[in-house]
C-alpha cells in the first residue's frame, strides 16, 4: 500500500503519518493494521505546516517529503502516480484568517483539491479520502447533524470546505472515482500551531500571560482528540464505502467557558487571566455530531477522554517549548 498524505507537515496530517508509520503515542485501536511500504508527504510548508512535526518519522526508509503546492497541476502530476490511495489533509485550515483574507481559502482548499482529484483520476488512484469539517453545515442549536444534512456554512473557510467537500463527492458520481469524506470536530493534541484556541491558551498560560475570550464564552464545540480523528480516517481510507461521508466526533461538547475552565485548572490559572474580546464574525454558536454511521458500520469510538486528553496535552506543551516558542515569536503573515 502507497499512500500519499497531503498537508502531512501540519497538525493533524503529520499525526496521521506518525500513527500510520507506527510512532507509539495512542491507543492502537482502530489504526489499520496494513503498515504503508511508502509515504509520500506533499506540502506546501505553509506558515503553519513544520517539518519538526515529522522529525520523529524522519528516518523511516519508507516516508518521501515533496515540498510544494497541491494546486500546481504539473508537479501533482508529478507526485500522485504510484499510489494506491490519497489522504488529503492540506488545507488553508484557521477560520479568523478566512475573515481577513479568504483569497487563500479559495485557492488552496477549491482549486488544489480540484487539481487532487483531476490527478487521482488521470492516474487511476485507488481511493481518495478527504478530510472535511462539521464548519460546512453551519449551525445547529440542538441535536445533532447526520451526514445528509445540508451543508451551510457561514465563514469563508467553511465555504471554502464546503466547496471542495462537494467536489469530491461530485468526482466520484461524475467519474466514479473512488471517493470518501470525513467530517469531524474540532481537534486538539500535540503539535498544533499556537493560534487555535487550545495551543493558543496554554501557551499563553505556559508563558504567564491571557487568554482572549470570544463573546459570551457560550459557543459549543464537540472535542476530537487528534489521535481519535486520525484513527477514525484510518478507518474510513480503509473500510469506508465509495461515495460516502463520515463523521468522526469526540462525544464531548463544550461552551468556550467550559473548555477555558479545565485549561486554566490544568495549567494552575485563575479566571483573571481571561480578557473577554468582541465575538468573532459570524460565529457559529453550536457544531454537534451523530457518529452513529462511523460506530455501527465501522467500529469507530474516540478513545481517549477529554480530560485525559486535556492534561496529556497540556503537558505536551509544558515539556515541548522548543517546538512552540518559535512560532510564537515568529510573527506569521
Ligand atoms: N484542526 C481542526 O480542528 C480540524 C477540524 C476539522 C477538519 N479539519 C481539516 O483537517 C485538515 C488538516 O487541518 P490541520 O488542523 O492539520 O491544519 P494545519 O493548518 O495545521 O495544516 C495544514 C497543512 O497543509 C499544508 N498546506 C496548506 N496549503 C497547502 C497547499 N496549497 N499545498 C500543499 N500543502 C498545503 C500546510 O503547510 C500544513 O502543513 C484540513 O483540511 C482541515 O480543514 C481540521
Redesign the pocket.
Known sequence: MRILV????????SEYVRMLLGVPGGDAAGVPAQAPTALTV?????Y???LANLAPVRDDPRLRFVR????DPALVDEVVPGHDVIV???????VDRSITGAAPFV???VL?TQTLLDAALRHGAGRFVH?????VYGSIDSGSWTENWPLSPNSPYSAS?AGSDLLALAYHRTHGLDVVVTR????YGPY??PE?VVPLFVTNLLDGGTVPLYGDGGNVRDWLHVHDHCRGVAMVQEKGRAGEVYHIGGGTELTNRQLTERLLAACGAGWDRVVPVTDRKGHDRRYSLDITKISSELGYAPSIDLDRGLAETVRWYRDNRAWWEPLKTAGHP
Open positions: 497531503t498537508g502531512g507537515a501540519g497538525f493533524i496530517g506533499l506540502d506546501k510548508l505553509t503553519s505546516g513544520n510544494g503546492d497541491i494546486c488529503h489533509f492540506a488545507a488553508e485550515s484557521h485557492t488552496t482548499n488544489g478530510v472535511s469539517t462539521d464548519e470546505k469531524c470536530s474540532n481537534n498544533q500551531f487555535k
